[in-house]
C-alpha cells in the first residue's frame, strides 16, 4: 500500500529523492489493474513486442533528472593528470538521475527498466550548469517473478535494446544493473621546442597517447569495479563516450557504460540467426 506525505502528496520517503510530486501523480494514474490505466513506453513497435514475448509487459515511462552545478578545477599546464572534482560531480549527478528514474520504476512495481538513455546537456544560463538525464521503461515479469529484481531488491536497470533483451534471456542470462565509470583527465600542452620538433614528420605524440590512454583505463576500471559490486559475471554493450563539455580545449571525459549481468540458467540457447530481407528504395 502506497503511504503518501500529507505535506506534498507524494509517497513518504520519494518527495526526499527528488521525485516531484507531479511525476507522482502521473505514475498513480499507470499503477497495474487501475481502473482506465494505461502504459507509456518509448521502445520502437519490434521492442514492444520482444520485450513481450521475453515474458515482461512495459508499464510505464520513467524517468529522472538532476541540473547540477559542476565546480571548477585547473590541471597543471605540463601535466597530464586526473581532475577528481569534476570527475565526482559528472558521476554524482548522473547517479542522482538514476536514482531517480529508479525510485520512479519502484512505485509503479517495475521489476526492471530496459533502454535506458543517459544524456548531458548544458544549460544556456550558466557556462557550469548541466542537466542530466536518465529515462527508460519500467517492465514487470508477466508470472510476477522476483527472480528478476537487480541488486538489493531494485529494479534492474539495462541500456540494451529490446531485441538485445530478448536475445540476452533466451540465451540463459538476465540483466542486473546499469554500471558506469567516469573519469575527467587534463591532458598536458606540449612544449614549444617539442611542437616545433615534430613539424613536417610523422611521429606519435606520446604524451597525449598516454593520457587519453589512461582516461580510457580509469574510466574502464570504475565501471567493471561497479559490476563486481553488483556480483555480475560481466558488463555486455558497453560504449565508451568522449566529450569536453566546453571545458578547456584540454579538459577531456570518459565515459564508459554498459550492462551487468548474470546467468539465470547453466543451459544456454543462443537463438539461430534469422535471415532478414531488406529492400532499398
Not at 17 to 44: C, H, K, N, Y
Not at 244 to 273: K, L, R
Request: net charge negative.
Amino acid at each position: 500500500m502506497t503511504v503518501f506525505d500529507p505535506a506534498d502528496g507524494t509517497p513518504d520517503g520519494m518527495a526526499a529523492q527528488g521525485v516531484p510530486a507531479d511525476a507522482m501523480r502521473r505514475l498513480a494514474e499507470l499503477q497495474p489493474g487501475r481502473p482506465g490505466s494505461i502504459f507509456t513506453s518509448d521502445l520502437s513497435v519490434n521492442e514492444f513486442l520482444l520485450v513481450r514475448e521475453a515474458g515482461f509487459r512495459p508499464i510505464g515511462l520513467v524517468l529522472g533528472s538532476s541540473i547540477y552545478h559542476v565546480g571548477i578545477q585547473y590541471g597543471r599546464w605540463g601535466r597530464n593528470q586526473e581532475l577528481t572534482t569534476l570527475s565526482q560531480a559528472m558521476y554524482h549527478a548522473r547517479e542522482l538521475a538514476m536514482t531517480r528514474m529508479e525510485a520512479e520504476a519502484a512505485q509503479l512495481g517495475a521489476d526492471g527498466i530496459v533502454g535506458v538513455r543517459l544524456t548531458v546537456k548544458r544549460q544556456e544560463w550558466d557556462s557550469n550548469v548541466l542537466e542530466f538525464v536518465a529515462i527508460g521503461t519500467g517492465v514487470v515479469h508477466a508470472s510476477g517473478q522476483p527472480t528478476y529484481k537487480g541488486p538489493k531488491g531494485r529494479p534492474f536497470t539495462s541500456d540494451l535494446s529490446g531485441q538485445d533483451f530478448w536475445v540476452l534471456l533466451q540465451a540463459g542470462y538476465r540483466p542486473l544493473e546499469l554500471v558506469m565509470g567516469s573519469c575527467v583527465y587534463h591532458v598536458a600542452h606540449r612544449g614549444l621546442f617539442k611542437t616545433l620538433g615534430s613539424v613536417g614528420q610523422n611521429v606519435e605524440l606520446t604524451n597525449f597517447s598516454q593520457a587519453l590512454y589512461d582516461a580510457r583505463e580509469i574510466a574502464m576500471e570504475r565501471m567493471q569495479h561497479e559490476a563486481t559490486e553488483a556480483g555480475a559475471e560481466g558488463v555486455v554493450g558497453v560504449e565508451l563516450h568522449e566529450g569536453n563539455h566546453n571545458w578547456q580545449p584540454h579538459i577531456i571525459e570518459f565515459f564508459s557504460v554498459g550492462t551487468a549481468v548474470t546467468p539465470i540458467s547453466t543451459e544456454h540457447t543462443i537463438p539461430d540467426p534469422q535471415l532478414v530481407l531488406s529492400v532499398n528504395s
